[in-house]
């Protein structure tokens, strides 16, 4: 490439990434992917670099994205808020990982990984222990003085607890609006939509994503409204002149002590290859998350190293993020048909002109529900771009406008069920249509059986979902229960191609079912919102169905980790008439509806008669809950502070390092998991 060349692809450059930034921090548009973007900018870095004199001084390379508007008071930084420098694969962390050696010339140095939180970044200060001001990223220099909205926040505390709190400090934080907000605020608007269509009046906009949701909502003028938003926030950096840590995994300890949200996902990775695990860890655990998130953050631990690298104009020297690459395509959409889940909802599938997307063909994606729909806009022949994240099902993110049909008209969500024809339902609050033909709908019977039989379930692995279609259709069974009545002459005689052979293994299947577990019997019947785990955390508490068919709503909500939303669907559950029958038909099955009597220890067994135990930090194997039964089995007492007295501290990761500190200083025993581990009885 000739200078001239390059000062006109610079240039060309300059102003498409100009033109992206600008609508992506004031408009929050995004025309093209991260990844594209990226791309981008890191075309013009090494044209520059090559050409060093062609360099602008304002250019993209140069700075922070983000503006300030004129609708906030302009606050400058105490300590300018940078960008982050990002990387899409891993040479590129080994290659930070060599420039962070060699800007340390020899030092023995270890990372923190943290997760890329996709929301807007906010500068938050304190003086005296208390909230005086909250500011936006604005150009890195100066911010929008949004304090007002930020007190909104449940869960930024507006004064820090604790006795050590510093007397002036700053914090970082990423504002985020987690994706039940974002939902709910989208069917409140279609809700809304559904009047306005009544009234001829003109639609409002769906929120695009929860990112660009947080970052609009942050900005608007009326704090009422913030507020009826629940926005949330992570911290993620202490900033000060006399830093009272000197690593940055300890300023993250104590910003939790001080009562700041900080995610328990961050880790200590001693070397690159450890961060390189981390990184594969999250790629597919983010999505169980309740915010969206976007990379991971590695961070040089020490404070003292983090100044010795010191930053660039633009990001940390001592940081990187690594972004997970979402694959996307553009392809024709075909049509919408509607498939019926086992609790009726109805959901939307895009058949797609087939695609080439991240190794497999695409011929069909999600689109979740009709707010989505609505929300794409989606129109008769659109071409629209499918992205595959960590979910296995593809799911259509936008239309390219630009390839709209004229007269193109938009898809309109059906109005009764695909399957039997009975008008849908919505039910208030929630997106998804339902067809209410519970015992009369045939996807709605089979998808139920076939989670009864699923591995998890009754583990009935015999029946598939066709050999359950034939044997729904000759009126062999009806529902799961009929299942244990089931005779092998009558599958015999009603089931084509039905061997004797396989007649008996199903037989056998369904029987040897009847030893499965009351906790997964629990979660074999379907009730809305109990997956296997709860189901598991109910069976424990309760002990029998009986007993939970008779809890009452206060009592349910008081059972650990099981909020209002579960509680309310058991209640439905227990009161609906259909699913009374079912349970009494289920009780003659011989199925397990009760847990067994729980085993006391023999005298032999209580090891730790007379012993007494504080349990802390995080295990690998057990639950902290866990670990306090295996120690009352076992004869032990679990207190809650550590004295003198104390014969055990069991010790997991993440442990506070002043339990530790005084613990060593009371000469307590500390044990690892491990540790704790081989002192049981085996
Ligand atoms: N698609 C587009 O059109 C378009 C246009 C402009 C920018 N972008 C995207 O925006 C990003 C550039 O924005 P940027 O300059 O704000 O950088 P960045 O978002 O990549 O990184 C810096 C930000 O990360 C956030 N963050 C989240 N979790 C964090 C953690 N644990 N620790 C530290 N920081 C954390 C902070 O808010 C911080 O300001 C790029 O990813 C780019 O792809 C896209
Ligand atoms: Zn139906």
């Excluded at 936008?398 to 069920?417: M, N, T, Y």
């Excluded at 004797?500 to 030893?515: F, H, L, N, Y």
Aim: hydrophobic share 35%; aromatic share 8%; charged share 30%.
């Amino acid at each position: 490439m000739t200078a001239e060349e390059a000062k006109k692809k610079i240039a060309a450059l300059t102003e498409q990434i100009n033109h992206y930034n600008h609508q992506y921090y004031v408009n929050a548009i995004s025309e093209v992917t991260d990844y594209e973007f990226d791309m981008l900018l890191k075309e013009l870095e090494q044209l520059e670099e090559e050409h060093p004199t062609l360099k602008q001084e304002d250019s993209p390379t140069q700075r922070v994205g983000g503006t300030i508007t004129k609708n906030f008071e302009t606050v400058a930084h105490t300590y300018p808020m940078l960008s982050l420098s990002n990387s899409y694969n891993e040479e590129d962390l080994y290659e930070f990982d060599q420039r962070v050696q060699k800007g340390l010339e020899g030092e023995e140095y270890e990372y923190v990984c943290e997760l890329k939180f996709d929301g807007v970044a906010l500068s938050l200060t304190y003086k005296n222990g208390i909230l005086k001001r909250g500011v936006t990223r604005g150009d890195g220099a100066q911010g929008d003085d949004i304090t007002a909205n930020i007190k909104t926040v449940r869960t930024i505390p507006l004064k820090a607890q604790g006795k050590d709190v510093p007397d002036f400090f700053e914090v970082r934080a990423e504002g985020f609006m987690s994706r039940a907000s974002f939902d709910r605020i989208n069917n409140d608007i279609a809700e809304e939509n559904i009047r306005r269509e009544q009234e001829g009046k003109k639609h409002l906009n769906m929120l695009a994503n929860p990112r660009n949701a947080a970052a609009g909502t942050f900005k608007m003028q009326d704090s009422s409204v913030v507020a009826s938003r629940q926005l949330d926030c992570y911290v993620y950096a202490y900033m000060s002149e006399n830093d009272p840590v000197e690593k940055h995994e300890e300023a993250l300890q104590k910003l939790k002590e001080w009562g700041f949200n900080v995610s328990p996902s961050y880790q200590r990775c001693r070397n690159m290859d450890e961060v390189i695990a981390y990184i594969k860890k999250w790629e597919e655990k983010r999505f169980e998350l309740p915010l969206d998130t976007d990379g991971v953050v590695i961070k040089v631990n020490h404070i003292k190293q983090q100044k010795e690298l010191g930053s660039t104009a633009k990001s940390p020297r001592w940081a990187i993020a690594y972004k997970y690459k979402a694959e996307s395509a553009t392809t024709a959409l075909e049509s919408i048909t509607y498939q019926v889940g086992r609790t009726g909802a109805v959901t939307p599938v895009a058949n797609l002109a087939p695609v080439q997307l991240a190794g497999t063909v695409v011929k069909r994606a999600s689109l979740h529900n009709a707010n989505e729909i609505e929300r794409l806009d989606l129109h008769e022949g659109d071409q629209v771009f499918v992205e595959k994240g960590g979910e296995i099902i593809p799911k259509v993110t936008g239309v390219d406008l630009s390839q709209r049909l004229k007269d193109a008209k938009p898809f309109e969500f059906i109005h009764a069920c695909p399957s039997c024809g009975t008008a849908l339902e919505r039910k208030e609050g929630e997106a998804a249509y339902y067809c209410p033909n519970e015992l009369g709908c045939l996807p709605q019977v089979k998808g139920r059986i076939e989670h009864f039989v699923a591995r998890k379930a009754m583990n009935i692995d015999s029946l598939g979902s066709e050999r359950i279609e034939q044997m729904l259709e000759v009126g062999l069974i009806k529902d799961a229960t009929d299942l244990y009545s089931l005779r092998k002459v009558d599958l015999i005689a009603k089931l084509e191609k039905f061997k004797d052979k396989s007649a008996e293994k199903m037989v056998a299947g369904i029987d040897a079912s009847k030893e499965i577990p009351f906790s997964r019997v629990l979660f074999a019947i379907g009730i809305r919102f109990v997956g296997a785990t709860v189901a598991e955390k109910l069976a424990t508490h309760f002990r029998s169905l009986e007993a939970l068919s008779k809890a009452d709503r206060e009592t349910l909500i008081n059972v650990p980790e099981i909020g209002e939303k579960i509680a309310d669907s058991i209640l439905a559950f227990f009161q609906d008439p259909k699913q009374q029958a079912f349970i009494e038909k289920l009780k003659q099955t011989g199925v397990q509806l009760e847990m067994p009597e729980q085993e006391e220890a023999t005298v032999e067994e209580a090891i730790f008669e007379g012993q007494t135990f504080v349990v802390s930090g995080v295990f690998q194997d057990y639950s902290r809950d866990e670990l306090k039964k295996l120690i009352q089995r076992y004869g032990g007492k679990v207190v809650s502070s550590i004295s003198k007295k104390l014969n055990y501290l069991v010790a997991g990761d993440k442990m506070g390092p002043s339990k530790k500190e005084k613990a060593e200083k009371l000469e307590v025993r500390i044990v690892s998991e491990q540790e704790f581990k081989d002192m049981l009885p085996l």
